[in-house]
C-alpha cells in the first residue's frame, strides 16, 4: 500500500534541513521505499510504499518519527516533532448510548459537538487532494486529515438524523440490505461489523465506510464523532468481499493500534474547533475491552552478530530504537527491549528486533562475503537431468527446431481426453485457462494454427504435464514434444530425428510399433517401456511426444571401446518379395536371429512389394570364406521363405 | 608390325597431350583404346604375326597399351584440375552459403541456462519441485498466517478438489519459495539449493503473464549471515550484469524471510549516477532475506544451529535488465510468435 504525502505538510512534524531528495534516498536505504519524489509548485510530494507489516507508517507522524530516527544515522540532525493536542473541556454527557460487542471491536471513543458544514480551507484541500483523498467539506475533511496525521481511520454520523437513543455495535445477518453514502445497495452476508440505532436499522458499516441514512450532509448541525478500533481479519473479508476498498479499510484490516485512537479523537475535536466552529463539545465515551499486552523480548549479542554477520557497537543503534519509541535497556550483556504499541503486530520476538538493529545500522555498511564452502557437502554428478535436459534442447536448435513456451493451462478443448481426468482450476483467469494440460502436442498445434503468416515450422517444447491422481499431488511428469509441419512432412524424418536425438544421449535401444493409440503413426518403446507417440496428422503435419523422465532414467554417457574388427567383412544385397503386412523389423530381427556371424541388417531400398536388404557378415576369428557365405546366404533364404513366405528375387 | 605399334604410340601420345579438355581426351582415348580403336585393331593382327615373334609382340603391345593408359590418366588428372581451378575462379563469393538447420531456442530457456551456470560456480545446485503443491509448502510453512493480508499479494491459483486435512487447498506455485521447505525436507545443511521453475499469478496485463518463472536461491549452514547474502548478490550482479553493475539491499517486508530486502542493481546505462532511463541509479530486482526461524523449524532445521538467506526473482525481469529490451507487452515472450522466438 502507497501513501503520498506534502513535504510541508511533514515538516509540520519533523525538524530537518535534509531536502526532500534527501529524505526520500535515505528513508528509502533504511527504512521505507520512497518510490517518487513530484514537485508541486514549491512543494514536493512523496509517494511511499508502506509493507503491509508496518501500518503505523501509514500517517505523517510515522514517517516522521522514522525520518527522526534515521537521518542522525547519516549525520543530519533531525527531530520528530509530535501533534500538539489542545486540553479538551468537554461539556455534558453524550446523548446516545453505545453499546459495544468486544469480539468485533477493540476499542469505541465517541463524542458530540455542533457544528458548522463549510468547504475546508485551501490548506486542508490541497493536503488531503495531493494525498489522494477527495475534500468534501470541513467535518468530512477533518476525519480524513485525522486519518492521515495520526494514522487511525475515523467517522462522523449526523446525530439528528441517527436520531436514537442508542448505537449498538453488532454482527450483521445474512441478508441484511444496507445502502452505502455513495448510494450503493448492498446485500450483506452475515458476519460483517454493524451498528444499529434503537429502531433496528443498520447505520454503519464500520471500519468501511458510512451508510447514506447516516453520514453528514450539507443541513447537518450536530456531529458524532466516532473512532471504531475493529478486527482486522473482518473488516478484510468484508472489504474482500464487497469488493470496497476504501483507504479507511485498506488501513483497518492491517491492525491499528488502538493506543492512538484517543490521540485521533482529540486531534479531531480540536481540529473540528479550527475549522468547523465545534461548539458544545460533549463528554467523550471511551470503551475499550480489548487493551494490547506489553511486550519485552531479550535480545542476545551472539544472535545480533551471527545474522548480522559483524560485530555492531550498541552506541550504534539504541539511540535510534529509542526515536523509534522502543525502550532499550542492557544489563549484564543481555540487551531488552520493549516494543512501542504501535509496533506490537511487528515486533514479536529476536529477529524482529535484529532487523530494526540492522537496518539502523545499515545494510550499506556490511561487507559483501560469499559464503565459505562447507566442509562437509555432498558430492553431486555434474552430469544430472538439467544437462540432459540442454543437451536434448541444443541438439534440438542445431536440427532446426524452435523453442516454445506455451501456457501449463489450456481450454476444455485442448484437453487430450476425457474431462473428468482433468486437473482443474478452482479459480480461472478465463476458460482457455481452466485445465492443468496432459499434453504439450495441442498446445504446439495451436501455435502452429496462430502463425499462419509462416508455411513450414519445426516446433519442440519440454515441458511437465499434469496428471491426476487420487488423494494426492499430481504426477508432474516431464514432457519432450515437437511437431514438423512443411509440404510432404515425412514420418521418417521425425522417427530419425528422435533416434539421433536419444542416441546422442546414449538412449539406443528405441523399438517402433504401429501405434497403438489407432492414429496413423508409430507407439515408441525403450524396451516394453512404452515412451509416447509419432503421430501423423496430416501429409503436411506430424508430431511427436514422449515421456522426457523415463528417458533420462536410461540417459547414459558411458562410453565403451570396441576393438577393430581384425578380418574383413563380407557383404551383401537380398531382395526379397514380401507381404507388405509384413513389417521391416520383423524381417531384420528375424535374419539377425539365424547366425551371430550376421552383425548388421539394414533396409537399404522398397520398391512395389519387393525390399532390399543390405547384410554384413562377420567372423571376429577368421576371414570368412565365400562358401561360408554362400551356406549362410542359403540359411536365411530357406528362413524367410518359411516364416513370412518371403521369395528371393 | 612393331613399327606400326610404334606409330601408333607416338601418334597417341601426342594427342593426348595435345588435348585441351577432358572431352577429347575421352575420344583420344576411344579412338586407340576403344572397341574399333586403332590399338585394339592392331592387337587383333597378332595371328598374323609368326609363331616365334608372337611373345615379343605381345610384351611390345602390353608396354604400348600401358604407356597410353598411364598418359591418359595423367593427362586426366592434370585436366581435372585445371577444370577445378577455373570453377574456383569464376564463384562469387557473396552469394549465400548454403546453410546447415538451425533453430532457436527460447529466451527463458537462454536466461535459465546462464543463470545456472553462474550460480554453478559458487556451489549451487539446481532442483525442481512440485508446480502444483499444498497451501502449506506455498503458504503455512513459509510463515504465512491463515488470513494474513499478505497472502492476498500472491494472487494464487487453486486447483478444484478436496483440500488435505494437514496440508491444505491444492495450489498453482505463485513462487519458487515452495522449494525452500521441499529442499530442506530433502537434505541436511549445508545447503546451496538453486530452485528454477514456473510460477502461476493470476494476473494478465502487458507487465504480467499468469504463468512465469522464478529462481530462488537458498543458502543454510552454519553462521550465514547477511554479509553473505550480500556477497551472493554482489557476484550475481557482477557475473550476470557485467563487471561493473553493483548491488545494494534496502529493508523490505516478506512473511518467511526476517530481516527482509529488497535487492537493486545499478542501471547499466549510468552505472548508478542517474539518468533518464533509471531515474536514480538504481533497478529493482526482487527479493531476499533471512530465512525466518519459524521456516527453519517448519523445514525440520534448528534455527539455533543453523541459519540462512534466500532470494526469488522473475527470470523474466532478470533477463529484460540485462540485455535491455524494451518489450512492451511482456505476453510477448509466450506468445510464441515466430517472428518474435526466430530473433533470438
Redesign the interface.
Known amino acids: 500500500m502507497n501513501i503520498k504525502i506534502l513535504d510541508s505538510w511533514l515538516r509540520d512534524y519533523l525538524k530537518t534541513e535534509a531536502s526532500p531528495q534527501k529524505i526520500g534516498?535515505l528513508l528509502?536505504?533504511?527504512?521505507?521505499?520512497i518510490e517518487r519524489i513530484e514537485n508541486y509548485g514549491n512543494d514536493y510530494i512523496y509517494d511511499i510504499e508502506v509493507?503491509?507489516?508496518?501500518p503505523d507508517l501509514m500517517s505523517i507522524t510515522g514517517i516522521a518519527r522514522e525520518a527522526a530516527a534515521i537521518l542522525p544515522r547519516f549525520g543530519i540532525k533531525a527531530e520528530f516533532l509530535p501533534p500538539k493536542i489542545p486540553k479538551v473541556f468537554p461539556g455534558e454527557n453524550l446523548s446516545i448510548k453505545i453499546i459495544n460487542d468486544p469480539k468485533l471491536v477493540n476499542r469505541v471513543l465517541a463524542v458530540s459537538m455542533d457544528v458548522k458544514i463549510n468547504p475546508s480551507p485551501k490548506i486542508v484541500r490541497e493536503r488531503l487532494e495531493t494525498s489522494g483523498i477527495r475534500s468534501l467539506n470541513n467535518v468530512i475533511d477533518v476525519t480524513n486529515y485525522v486519518m492521515r496525521i495520526v494514522g487511525h481511520p475515523a467517522h462522523v454520523f449526523d446525530l439528528d438524523r441517527l436520531n436514537s437513543k442508542e448505537l449498538i455495535i453488532r454482527e450483521a445477518k445474512k441478508e441484511e440490505q444496507i445502502e452505502t453514502l455513495d448510494n450503493k445497495i448492498y446485500s450483506l452476508k452475515g458476519g460483517e461489523i454493524v451498528a444499529e440505532n434503537d429502531k433496528g436499522e443498520v447505520v454503519d458499516l464500520l471500519g468501511i465506510m458510512g451508510l447514506a441514512n447516516s453520514v453528514v450532509t450539507d443541513e447537518t448541525q450536530r456531529i458524532l464523532f466516532f473512532i471504531d478500533n475493529n478486527d482486522p481479519?473482518r473488516i478484510?473479508?468484508t472489504s474482500?468481499d464487497m469488493g470496497i476498498r476504501t483507504e479507511a479499510a485498506t488501513i483497518n484490516?492491517?491492525g491499528i493500534d488502538p493506543e492512538i485512537a484517543l490521540e485521533a479523537l482529540t486531534l479531531g475535536i480540536s481540529l473540528f474547533e479550527k475549522y468547523a466552529q465545534a461548539k458544545n463539545v460533549s463528554q467523550i465515551v471511551d470503551i475499550y475491552p480489548n487493551k494490547p499486552v506489553q511486550r519485552k523480548i531479550t535480545v542476545s549479542f551472539d544472535q545480533i552478530r551471527?545474522?548480522?554477520?559483524?560485530d555492531v557497537d550498541d552506541k550504534q543503534w539504541t539511540a535510534a530504537l529509542g526515536m523509534m519509541g522502543f525502550i532499550t535497556k542492557i544489563e549484564k550483556g543481555v540487551f531488552e527491549i520493549s516494543v512501542p504499541s504501535f509496533r506490537l503486530s511487528d515486533i514479536r520476538?529476536e529477529?524482529?528486533v535484529?532487523?530494526e538493529i540492522?537496518?539502523i545500522y545499515g545494510?550499506?555498511k556490511?561487507?559483501?562475503?560469499?559464503?565459505p564452502?562447507?566442509q562437509?557437502?555432498?558430492a553431486?554428478s555434474a552430469i544430472?537431468?538439467?544437462y540432459w535436459e540442454?543437451k536434448i534442447?541444443?541438439a534440438?536448435?542445431?536440427?532446426?527446431?524452435?523453442?516454445?513456451?506455451?501456457?501449463?493451462?489450456v481450454s476444455e478443448e485442448m484437453f487430450d481426453g476425457p474431462i473428468d481426468k482433468a486437473?482443474?482450476?478452482?479459480?480461472?483467469?478465463t476458460n482457455d485457462?481452466i485445465y492443468?494440460r496432459n499434453s504439450l502436442v495441442p498446445s504446439l498445434l495451436q501455435?502452429i494454427s496462430?502463425?499462419k503468416?509462416?508455411e513450414e515450422?519445426?516446433l519442440?517444447e519440454i515441458?511437465?504435464i499434469?496428471l491426476k491422481r487420487a488423494g494426492g499431488?499430481?504426477r508432474?511428469n516431464l514432457s519432450f514434444a515437437g511437431v514438423l509441419k512443411k509440404e510432404k512432412a515425412d514420418f521418417f524424418k521425425l522417427k530419425g530425428l528422435i533416434e539421433q536425438v536419444l542416441a546422442d544421449i546414449g538412449v539406443e535401444t528405441l523399438t517402433f510399433k504401429p501405434s497403438t493409440k489407432g492414429g496413423s503413426g508409430a507407439s515408441v518403446f525403450i524396451k516394453s517401456e512404452y515412451l509416447g507417440e509419432i503421430e501423423l496428422l496430416d501429409t503436411d503435419l506430424v508430431d511427436f511426444e514422449l515421456d522426457l523422465d523415463l528417458i533420462l532414467e536410461h540417459a547414459s554417457n558411458k562410453k565403451v571401446f570396441k576393438p577393430f574388427a581384425k578380418y574383413p567383412p563380407m557383404v551383401e544385397d537380398l531382395t526379397l518379395n514380401v507381404n507388405e503386412r509384413i513389417n521391416t523389423q520383423e524381417i531384420i530381427d528375424h535374419v539377425l536371429r539365424q547366425s551371430n556371424l550376421i552383425t548388421a541388417v539394414t533396409l537399404k531400398d522398397t520398391y512395389k512389394n519387393s525390399r532390399t536388404f543390405h547384410i554384413i557378415f562377420q567372423d571376429l576369428e577368421k576371414n570368412l570364406t565365400k562358401s561360408d557365405v554362400t551356406r549362410l546366404r542359403g540359411k536365411i533364404i530357406a528362413s524367410l521363405a518359411e516364416r513370412f513366405k518371403a521369395d528371393i528375387k | 608390325m612393331d613399327e606400326e605399334l610404334i606409330g601408333i604410340k607416338n601418334t597417341a601420345l601426342s594427342l593426348i597431350l595435345e588435348s585441351e579438355d577432358l572431352e577429347s581426351l575421352e575420344e583420344t582415348k576411344l579412338q586407340f583404346l576403344g572397341r574399333n580403336g586403332k590399338l585394339t585393331l592392331a592387337l587383333k593382327k597378332i595371328t598374323e604375326v609368326p609363331v616365334d615373334e608372337r611373345k615379343e609382340f605381345g610384351i611390345l603391345a602390353n608396354e604400348v597399351k600401358q604407356a597410353i593408359e598411364e598418359a591418359i590418366q595423367s593427362q586426366s588428372n592434370k585436366l581435372s584440375k585445371r577444370k577445378l581451378t577455373r570453377v574456383i575462379e569464376k564463384i562469387d563469393v557473396t552469394n549465400p552459403g548454403i546453410k546447415?538447420?538451425?533453430?532457436?531456442?527460447?529466451l527463458?530457456?537462454q536466461a535459465i541456462?546462464e543463470i545456472?551456470a553462474v550460480f554453478a560456480k559458487?556451489?549451487f545446485?539446481?532442483v525442481?519441485y512440485?508446480?502444483?503443491?499444498?497451501d502449506w509448502y506455498a503458504f503455512t510453512a513459509l510463515n504465512f498466517p491463515q488470513?494474513h493480508?499478505?497472502r492476498?499479494?500472491w494472487e494464487t491459483?487453486?486447483?478444484?478438489?478436496p483440500p488435505d486435512p494437514e496440508k491444505g487447498k491444492?495450489v498453482?506455485t505463485p513462487h519458487t519459495s515452495s522449494g525452500q521447505i521441499r529442499e530442506m525436507e530433502k537434505?541436511k545443511p549445508?545447503i546451496?539449493m538453486l530452485n528454477i521453475a514456473?510460477c502461476?499469478r493470476?494476473?494478465?496485463d502487458i507487465s504480467h503473464t499468469?504463468?512465469f518463472h522464478q529462481f530462488e536461491g537458498l543458502?543454510i549452514?552454519q553462521?550465514?549471515?547477511?554479509?553473505?547474502l550480500?556477497?551472493?548478490?554482489?557476484?550475481f550482479a557482477k557475473s550476470y550484469f557485467g563487471p561493473k553493475r553493483i548491488s545494494?539491499?534496502?529493508?523490505?517486508?516478506f512473511q518467511f524471510t526476517?530481516?527482509?530486502?529488497?535487492v537493486d542493481v545499478t542501471c547499466g546505462v549510468c552505472l548508478g549516477k542517474g539518468c533518464k532511463l533509471c531515474k536514480?541509479g538504481w533497478l529493482e530486482m526482487g527479493g531476499a532475506g533471512?530465512v525466518?526461524?519459524n521456516v527453519l523449524i517448519a523445514g525440520g532445521i534448528d534455527p539455533k544451529q543453523y541459519?540462512g538467506f534466500a532470494f526469488g526473482w522473475g527470470v523474466e525481469r532478470v533477463l529484460m535488465m540485462k540485455e535491455g529490451m524494451q518489450i512492451d507487452d511482456l505476453r510477448l515472450?509466450?506468445?510464441?510468435?515466430?517472428?518474435f522466438?526466430?530473433q533470438f
Open positions: 534516498e528509502s536505504l533504511s527504512s521505507v521505499s509493507t503491509t507489516n508496518r481479519y478484510r473479508k474482500m484490516e492491517k551471527r545474522i548480522i554477520g559483524v520476538n529477529e524482529d535484529i532487523e540492522a537496518r545494510y550499506h556490511l561487507p559483501s562475503i560469499l559464503p564452502l562447507s562437509t557437502i555432498t553431486r544430472d537431468r538439467f540442454s534442447k541444443q534440438m536448435k542445431y536440427w532446426g527446431f524452435t523453442e516454445c513456451y506455451t501456457y501449463s493451462f486437473l482443474k482450476i478452482a479459480n480461472p483467469l485457462y492443468m501455435v496462430d502463425n503468416q509462416t515450422m519445426a519442440f515441458s511437465n499434469y499431488l499430481p508432474e | 546447415p538447420a538451425l533453430g532457436h531456442l527460447h527463458v530457456t541456462e545456472t559458487i556451489g545446485e539446481r525442481r512440485p508446480e502444483i503443491e499444498w488470513n493480508p499478505a492476498d499479494e491459483f487453486f486447483i478444484d478438489t491444492m498453482l537434505s549445508p546451496r514456473k502461476y493470476r494476473q494478465s499468469p504463468m543458502v549452514d553462521n550465514i549471515s547477511i554479509t553473505h550480500k556477497g551472493t548478490l554482489d557476484y545494494r539491499i534496502r529493508p523490505y517486508h526476517e530481516p527482509s530486502f529488497e536514480d533471512m525466518h526461524p541459519s515472450l509466450y506468445s510464441n510468435d515466430l517472428r522466438l526466430k
